[in-house]
């Protein structure tokens, strides 16, 4: 049997990369699923990639880091579905610079978007799940939360702050049988990262070395990261909140 069979999956940042590689999966595994992307035709690809395997899906235009935006997206999708089983909090941007290097607005732009858009998906999808038998949230953190990444001030504290945000919700909302993890991805072949690499001055040198600072010696491929996430959304993970699982070919046992 399916493990999302009748369930709905809000999924953030699917237009590509972890988070339509969430949808895919998903949607094998009987889910209905939500796209929302701030990016119109990335989020509508998912949705007919969805639909081309018979699954269910609906695309909707959003900007998590908007609180009016985000609030009209939950609406619609209960007013349609009538609940949300399952929230991935995977919207995120990158931002390759030291701490002097970051204006204030680059700093405002990577908090807005990869903390405070979890704060915002949840505070208008949790009272959802509350109302119905509970439910799971995964957010999407990373290595960079855990250790110090060179040149990254902003997204290492905004995903050292998805860390923390994913524990103290785990703590309020376990009465409510709503389960709240969140996953630290290493180096993950998503166009977020080759992004990154095509600022470096020799982007083939960087990737290799990259590459290599990982102990399985290679990047993940984004149906990897997506199959922990699909593992602590499952009733697999029923006894299982407040965890923090490094995706990470062994970087951070070093």
């Known amino acids: 049997m399916k493990r999302f069979k009748d369930k709905v999956a809000v999924i953030t940042g699917a237009g590509s990369g972890i988070g339509r590689a969430a949808a895919i999966l998903f949607t094998k595994e009987g889910a209905t699923v939500i796209v929302l992307d701030n990016v119109e035709d990335s989020g509508k690809e998912t949705v007919?990639?969805?639909?081309?395997?018979?699954?269910?899906?609906?695309?909707?235009?959003?900007?998590?880091?908007?609180?009016?935006?985000?609030?009209q997206a939950v609406e619609t999708i209960v007013a349609r579905y009538q609940c949300i089983d399952i929230l991935f909090n995977n919207a995120g941007v990158e931002l390759s610079r030291s701490l002097t290097q970051t204006s204030e607005g680059e700093w405002d732009n990577v908090m807005n978007v990869n903390l405070k858009g979890i704060f915002l998906m949840s505070k208008y999808v949790l009272p959802v799940m509350e109302k119905g038998f509970g439910?799971?949230?995964?957010?999407?953190?990373?290595?960079?939360?855990?250790?110090?990444?060179?040149?990254?001030?902003?997204?290492?504290?905004?995903?050292?702050?998805?860390?923390?945000?994913?524990?103290?919700?785990?703590?309020?909302?376990?009465?409510?049988?709503?389960?709240?993890?969140?996953?630290?991805?290493?180096?993950?072949?998503?166009?977020?990262?080759?992004?990154?690499?095509?600022?470096?001055?020799?982007?083939?040198?960087?990737?290799?070395?990259?590459?290599?600072?990982?102990?399985?010696?290679?990047?993940?491929?984004?149906?990897?990261?997506?199959?922990?996430?699909?593992?602590?959304?499952?009733?697999e993970a029923s006894f299982i909140t407040g965890a923090v699982l490094p995706v990470d070919g062994g970087y951070t046992a070093k």
């Open 48 to 71: 007919n990639s969805i639909k081309n395997i018979g699954g269910e899906a609906l695309f909707l235009k959003t900007d998590v880091s908007n609180s009016i935006n985000v609030k």
């Open 135 to 235: 439910g799971a949230v995964v957010n999407t953190s990373s290595i960079s939360g855990l250790v110090g990444w060179p040149s990254s001030a902003a997204y290492c504290a905004s995903k050292g702050g998805v860390i923390q945000l994913t524990k103290q919700m785990a703590v309020d909302y376990a009465k409510f049988n709503i389960r709240v993890n969140c996953i630290c991805p290493g180096a993950t072949r998503t166009p977020m990262i080759e992004r990154l690499l095509a600022l470096r001055e020799n982007p083939e040198k960087a990737k290799k070395m990259e590459a290599e600072m990982h102990p399985l010696g290679r990047f993940a491929e984004p149906e990897e990261i997506a199959q922990a996430m699909l593992f602590l959304a499952s009733d």
